[in-house]
């Protein structure tokens, strides 16, 4: 989450940066699946000029150490959400021990103070970071982990997140992503109970390597990813509509994660994808339909393929989206008898994005690369996935220039960290 003011401005220019020494460190493993802790007591600590209590407690004592400091550190992850909501403004320095460090893929910080001039440079609160950014936002997806040990240490609390920011200085405008966790380091004491004492961020793109877990890389290869994410794109085919909106959950290496709201789509059986594209611009003609049209495609080639195309969202906060009445009416016509209108829950879907045409070699080969991509990260392939394939066209089916598409997977419950 933070970023120099010298890498700022050479990944702004794209100028080449020598790579940093390897860091070797310990690689941290983040579990998938979430775990249900249970209560455990803890052997108190003993606060600096008050050893002789330790040495003379009782075990109602020591559960009442260990429950006050569970209860601080509770508050602490309470603090870290609403730091996130604000963008750290403000900043509750005290938790944090005054010889805190801040380490993540592009620096090394020492100190509160640096660490807060940084992120308020990134959210464009300081006079230069006004001037290069905008729209800077972080979403705090989980906030697990501090349970207080029975030697009285506290377990690493660990938050995922997703940042992103507009770099507005360059005339394109282009915007970064990055989604990761950060792991903090936390002990007891302090005037809240608990300090934290060293925060570690990692990126998904860079710092995952096989079954999920995280260790740190050249700070050249963060460079590398930050810069890419500024160059200019060449000419894009025209998109056909404005797209259903989605939480972005990672930015994994080759493939992405999204939260997508419930939405209502119309959906046909094709069996030429021109065929299928002439249909529904028929049927939706007059009522506003979003991107992408989704394709789904049997491995049974006795099961129709299916198309379909979204026409409303759940707005932030509502649980179901509009109700298309105009889309309802229109496929009880018996014209339209091969119309059906369905409602898609909101899910969270795993996508890898190709750009040639969307001819079946093409997606089928983006399918199986997404699939490996996954389990590599520890992610879980849902059974009932793998008999057939979901992509996603954004532009006009005889557009020119660059394609976009995608091979989607929906995953399950359970099977990821979200």
């Avoid at 579990?31 to 009782?58: D, Q």
């Avoid at 805190?100 to 592009?106: A, I, R, S």
């Avoid at 992120?119 to 729209?135: E, I, K, N, P």
């Avoid at 611009?281 to 979204?310: H, R």
């Amino acid at each position: 989450m933070k970023l120099y003011t010298s890498v700022i401005i050479a990944a702004a220019f794209c100028l080449t940066a020598e790579a940093f020494a390897p860091l070797t460190v310990p690689s941290v493993k983040i579990e998938n699946h979430p775990k249900h802790f249970s209560p455990c007591s803890g052997i108190p600590y003993s606060p600096r000029g008050h050893s002789k209590v330790a040495l003379h407690s009782t075990p109602t004592d020591t559960n009442y150490i260990s429950s006050t400091t569970q209860e601080s550190v509770e508050k602490l992850k309470r603090v870290l959400e609403r730091e996130y909501v604000s963008f750290f403004d403000p900043m509750y320095t005290e938790y944090y021990a005054p010889d805190v460090t801040f380490d993540d893929p592009l620096n090394d910080l020492d100190g509160v103070a640096a660490y807060q001039a940084n992120v308020d440079m990134l959210g464009g609160r300081t006079t230069f970071g006004s001037l290069l950014f905008q729209d800077s936002s972080i979403v705090l997806h989980s906030v697990k982990g501090g349970e207080v040990k029975e030697d009285g240490s506290i377990s690493d609390i660990t938050t995922r997140w997703t940042l992103r920011f507009t770099f507005k200085i360059l005339p394109w405008q282009p915007t970064a992503r990055f989604t990761g966790i950060s792991v903090y380091n936390v002990e007891p004491g302090g005037s809240q109970g608990v300090l934290v004492k060293k925060q570690t961020d990692y990126w998904d793109s860079i710092n995952m390597i096989e079954g999920g877990v995280y260790r740190q890389v050249e700070k050249g290869i963060a460079i590398s990813d930050f810069v890419n994410q500024l160059l200019p794109g060449g000419i894009q085919a025209q998109g056909a509509a404005p797209e259903v909106p989605y939480q972005l959950l990672r930015r994994g290496n080759g493939y992405e994660v999204r939260q997508y709201p419930s939405y209502t789509a119309v959906k046909i059986p094709y069996a030429r994808r021109d065929e299928g594209f002439g249909a529904l611009g028929a049927f939706t003609n007059g009522m506003n339909p979003l991107s992408p049209a989704i394709m789904e495609v049997q491995d049974d080639e006795t099961v129709d393929k299916t198309m379909m195309w979204p026409l409303s969202f759940a707005a932030p906060g509502q649980e179901t989206p509009p109700n298309v009445k105009e889309a309802i009416e229109k496929s009880s016509d018996g014209q339209w008898s091969k119309c059906v209108i369905t409602t898609i829950p909101s899910q969270v879907v795993a996508v890898a994005e190709f750009t040639d045409a969307s001819m079946e070699p093409v997606v089928r080969r983006a399918d199986r690369q997404l699939r490996e991509f996954l389990r590599r990260d520890g992610i879980d392939v849902p059974l009932d996935s793998e008999d057939k394939v979901m992509f996603a066209q954004y532009d006009a089916i005889f557009s020119m220039g660059a394609r976009r598409g995608e091979v989607w997977i929906p995953l399950q419950d359970g099977g990821h960290p979200w």
